[in-house]
């Protein structure tokens, strides 16, 4: 059972549309994580929430945790094709524990 | 960039045969992990490194053996390679100094076995 569900799996718009993709779990994840991994590359991490209802932004790339921390959220503003990639989120039930990955979200950007 | 190098980065066997693959890290963290990447599946933990000689299983380890000589290598072994086995795998590592387990990845290894 994967504790992490992703949605869309799959989602292919055009430069300068706006997204937003969700990460979601029956389990309360004490921080997520947000990673993007680019073909042929490791994932490399964006940023990691942490309190319930936090919002974090990177550049156009905005990061929402859910008040009871069972849920996040990635919009993503003016997407271009550099955005492309797999999106993953990741969490540890618990301080400490392992982390449990998304199956991903694959965004295509294009030009 | 947490200098995370992977060797081979592609390999192609054949079923029956041992592979290893290697993960080094120059930042001395902790804890080092294997992953398997596979359509449809995610990211899954083979095994994990708290400390030298120090390893455990993650969810899909049968098959595989690991080892960690060093805190800046960690050695997966397959060792009698089967078709199940090809993948990607992705070595990770984590400081072990932050609550939210925050990891890093290498580039992976495209592993085909025939």
């Known amino acids: 059972t994967q504790l992490l569900e992703q949605s869309p799996q799959f989602l292919s718009i055009q430069e300068g549309e706006n997204l937003t993709v969700y990460c979601n779990s029956s389990?309360?994840?004490?921080?997520l994580q947000w990673y993007r991994q680019e073909p042929g590359e490791g994932p490399v991490l964006l940023v990691t929430?942490?309190?319930?209802?936090e919002v974090k932004k990177l550049k156009r790339l905005t990061f929402q945790f859910g008040d009871a921390r069972k849920d996040s959220s990635l919009h993503i503003t003016a997407a271009q094709p550099g955005d492309t990639g797999l999106y993953l989120c990741?969490?540890?039930?618990?301080?400490?524990?392992?982390?449990?990955f998304g199956e991903g979200t694959q965004l295509t950007v294009n030009p | 960039d947490a200098g995370i190098t992977q060797s081979p980065r592609h390999k192609v066997t054949e079923t029956g045969t041992p592979v290893t693959l290697r993960c080094h890290q120059t930042?001395?963290?902790?804890?080092m992990y294997w992953y398997r990447q596979d359509p449809g599946h995610g990211l899954r933990l083979i095994h994990y490194?708290?400390?030298?000689?120090?390893?455990d299983k993650g969810e899909v380890s049968d098959g595989y053996s690991v080892s960690r000589s060093k805190t800046e290598d960690f050695l997966l072994t397959l060792e009698s390679a089967t078709s199940s086995q090809t993948s990607v795998y992705f070595c990770a590592t984590e400081p072990g100094t932050s609550r939210n387990n925050e990891q890093f990845f290498g580039p992976g290894t495209r592993l085909t076995v025939l």
């Open positions: 929430v942490v309190t319930g209802g």
């Open positions: 389990s309360v994840f004490s921080s």
């Open positions: 490194s708290y400390g030298v000689k120090d390893t």
């Open positions: 990741a969490g540890p039930e618990t301080s400490g524990s392992r982390l449990t």
């Open positions: 930042e001395n963290h902790r804890y």
